[in-house]
């Protein structure tokens, strides 16, 4: 933008001026610093998601053809919804992600709570506890795919020691245990996340308030209800968020352990959308499928968020 | 007139000429050093073939880099590649389930011309059933066969014979008889093992659709109205009384095999009929030679390695129908060095070659699924692979294109296939139920990729058409 004078201002006024365009340049400057990171967002973010909702429209099978062969509207849309695993899909993945969410927090929290405890060998616990998390999820599938194997695999023998029934199909051959067998794997990998990060909060809550509430007699479980946990609130609504969303979008220890079955037991959103994209190359509904995915996961976050941080201000 | 060079100019010039070598020194330096890349499923003839590659190099003075990866990572990464439109491999190996979809998107090089040019191919000793079964779509030759599957049935002939079974090594028997000695054999105590009479491989979907599709094609079922043979009409007709004996008849073998076989995948079924404690059980032929071994590659004899027994599939009232499947060397459209690409197909593919592959020794002799017919009568193959024969029967009398129709969508009807089987097998479907709801679920798929009605030209694909061509190439 330019300004023309004809004659020169008098000098209030160019001070005037000269200020009003500072504080816009002030005003400006925080947008110019972040504009980098907005671009890169839209083009990271974004783009492919509006590139999958422009897809979503289209019919583009590339077992038909390598281009979409037209617009078809919601067409993959009802597809997804009305396919034969969809709506099981969907309720395996919630009972996946709720239950594998609330255990991992609550394993993950109580292993915290251990690690503040002075006891012998916790320093070593503390550096073991960390390396699950360090591998791959396909590798821990292949890891629990032995040891769930019916004929020699450490868990159905644990529970056989302990007097538990193991179906004779194996826990990943039954439609009642593969789904919790999942979990239970993803529990081993992604607990010790948890309870590192709640660890890590946990240290930060200042001694003096613990002391406080113990000296006006607080048992232990009123000082973690009323002390503890109120100041790791955000650390503990963070991490059960990343959870949630990671468990949603779980596929890769289904893929390795029971590829979907036995039946439709354990197929989920995400081993859907892989059969969908990778598989069956059925660029269209696998778009759809996904625009599907990321509404259901953002109504349950901004619930979460409304809920947990409605206090906060 | 002399032009004032500017320091820009040439900061300009040398910035491009950079950037165009840079551009093009792979490309010079893969032809000026002659090497392809080669990418493989991880199937027992990558091995064999990756360990005799460096004879190719010896005579050709190409370099061949290869490498292998799982069935679907394969495919994800073959299309991807096409998609992109940058060569990731010179020459690839394609299911004959890809083929079609393949050569539509014009994805792999067609190889009629190449084979007519070609005439020290001896086109004409590769087994018509496997060109047509694997390599032909729409009259086009898009890959050579490099390891072509039938089917055939295993079975522990010390467990049989305590049984006081006697097991037609002629293929005179039927499914009904395979089932009664199924019957007979599960639940018997033998050699320490509660043996289980047979097992099948459960997994969805392709594992369960592969072994359930030999049962289902052997008894008469068909996937489609009017496929292979043109006019092409791809109502399903798996709903049918055929289809639906078959499923049951697949529940039933179930029963008599170990429980936990409805998650088992092609090499589970295998490795645990190499384990000793099943009686028997039909499946590709790679595991004629892969049950010697107690595990994939381990060079480790299996404790049925001595003790197998192999013979023809079972029949039904109706043809018989051997399903074959496997895999053909592919060129990919857009390599960069098709001439050199041509030249290992024809190399790996060669009936040298083959037998080398055969006689490499490193795993314990695990390669024999041959295409080339001249190879199933060589007596140093035979002493090692005695089972031949009967393997050679299979594959000239098999149709990979009625067990398992590769047509557009193949993937698709086969998820939602397999799914449904694998219900049978939990209960979870009878094999009413799963025939109708397969069924119901086809016809929204087909009808949505525009095959049901089918307007797109048919192509006759018949056998005799494949032989004439076969003819005609050669």
């Known amino acids: ?313 | 007139m002399i032009e004032r060079i500017s320091r820009r100019s040439v900061l300009k010039g040398t910035g491009a000429l950079a950037t165009a070598a840079a551009l093009a020194a792979p490309r010079v330096a893969r032809a000026q050093k002659k090497s392809i890349r080669v990418l493989l499923v991880a199937d027992p003839f990558y091995y064999a073939l990756s360990g005799v590659a460096a004879q190719f190099t010896e005579e050709t003075g190409i370099a061949v880099n290869i490498e292998s990866l799982s069935y679907d990572a394969l495919n994800a990464r073959l299309v991807t590649s096409f998609l992109g439109g940058h060569p990731d491999a010179d020459v690839i190996s394609v299911d004959n389930i890809w083929l079609g979809q393949y050569l539509e998107s014009k994805w792999v090089k067609p190889f009629n011309d190449l084979i007519k040019a070609d005439k020290d191919i001896n086109f004409e000793d590769f087994i018509p059933g496997v060109i047509y079964s694997i390599n032909e779509w729409r009259g086009q030759i898009g890959t050579m066969p490099v390891a072509p599957y039938g089917m055939g049935v295993m079975y522990r002939e010390d467990s049989i014979a305590a049984a006081g079974i006697k097991v037609p090594n002629d293929g005179s028997w039927t499914w009904d008889q395979y089932f009664d000695m199924v019957k007979k054999l599960d639940g018997q105590s033998f050699s320490g093992h509660k043996m289980s009479g047979t097992v099948v491989a459960g997994q969805q979907p392709a594992p369960i659709v592969h072994m359930y599709t030999q049962l289902a094609a052997s008894m008469g079922a068909r996937w489609f109205k009017h496929f292979p043979e043109a006019p092409w009409d791809f109502t399903p007709t798996i709903d049918s009384k055929e289809n639906i004996a078959a499923i049951t008849l697949f529940r039933d073998l179930y029963k008599n095999s170990p429980p936990e076989s409805v998650n088992y995948n092609w090499f589970d079924a295998g490795m645990r009929f190499a384990k000793g404690d099943i009686g028997m059980f039909y499946w590709w032929t790679p595991y004629f030679y892969l049950c010697r071994k107690d595990g994939y590659m381990s060079g480790k004899t299996s404790v049925v390695a001595d003790k197998m027994g192999i013979v023809p599939l079972p029949h039904s009232s109706h043809p018989q129908v051997i399903s074959i499947g496997g895999w053909g060397l592919g060129l990919p459209a857009n390599s960069i060095a098709q001439d050199e690409a041509w030249t290992f197909i024809k190399w790996a593919t060669s009936a040298k070659t083959q037998k080398a592959m055969a006689l490499y020794d490193k795993y314990g002799y695990q390669f024999s699924d041959f295409a080339r017919r001249s190879l199933y009568g060589d007596p140093e193959l035979l002493k090692i692979y005695p089972y031949l024969p009967m393997q050679l029967t299979a594959l000239e009398t098999g149709n990979g294109k009625i067990s398992r129709p590769g047509v557009p969508t193949y993937t698709t009807l086969e998820s939602i296939y397999g799914l449904n089987l694998n219900k049978v097998l939990t209960g979870a479907l009878s094999p009413e139920e799963c025939a109708k709801q397969t069924t119901q679920y086809w016809i929204n798929v087909l009808k949505g990729n525009f095959m049901v009605p089918f307007r797109r030209p048919s192509y006759d694909d018949t056998l005799e058409a494949t032989k004439a061509l076969i003819t005609s190439l050669a």
Request: proline fraction near 7%.
């Open chain 1, 1 to 313: 933008m330019s300004l023309r004078l004809d004659r020169p201002l008098p000098v209030s006024a160019r001070l005037a001026w000269r200020a009003a365009l500072l504080s816009r340049r002030r005003r400006l400057f925080p947008y110019l610093l972040i504009a980098p990171s907005v671009v890169l967002l839209l083009l990271l973010i974004a783009f492919p998601l509006f590139f999958a909702l422009k897809n979503s429209f289209y019919f583009w099978n590339m077992q038909m053809s390598p281009m979409p062969l037209g617009f078809v509207g919601l067409g993959n849309y009802g597809m997804a919804l009305h396919g034969p695993v969809f709506m099981v899909s969907l309720m395996n993945t919630l009972v996946l992600t709720v239950s594998g969410t609330a255990l991992e927090v609550v394993f993950g929290l109580a292993i915290a709570l251990l690690l503040c405890r002075e006891l012998p060998g916790m320093s070593p616990a503390r550096a073991i506890l960390i390396m699950p998390t360090t591998i791959a999820p396909i590798v821990v599938g292949f890891l629990f795919r032995y040891m769930y194997q019916p004929d020699g695999g450490i868990i159905p023998w644990l529970l056989s020691v302990a007097h538990i029934p193991v179906p004779a199909r194996g826990l990943l051959g039954s439609p009642i245990t593969a789904l919790p067998s999942i979990v239970l794997a993803d529990m081993w990998e992604w607990t010790p996340f948890c309870a590192i990060i709640f660890y890590a909060a946990l240290l930060g809550v200042p001694h003096e308030v613990i002391e406080a509430a113990r000296l006006d007699g607080a048992s232990a479980w009123a000082t973690l209800r009323h002390v503890r946990l109120p100041l790791i609130a955000r650390p503990l609504a963070f991490v059960t968020m990343l959870r949630f969303m990671q468990l949603f979008n779980t596929f890769d220890l289904v893929l390795v352990l029971t590829r979907g079955g036995p039946g439709s037991s354990t197929f989920t959103l995400g081993y859907m959308l892989y059969q969908q994209g990778l598989v069956d190359f059925n660029i269209g509904l696998a778009s759809a499928m996904t625009w599907i995915i990321v509404l259901i996961v953002n109504i349950f976050i901004t619930l979460f968020v409304f809920f947990v941080f409605k206090d906060a201000g």
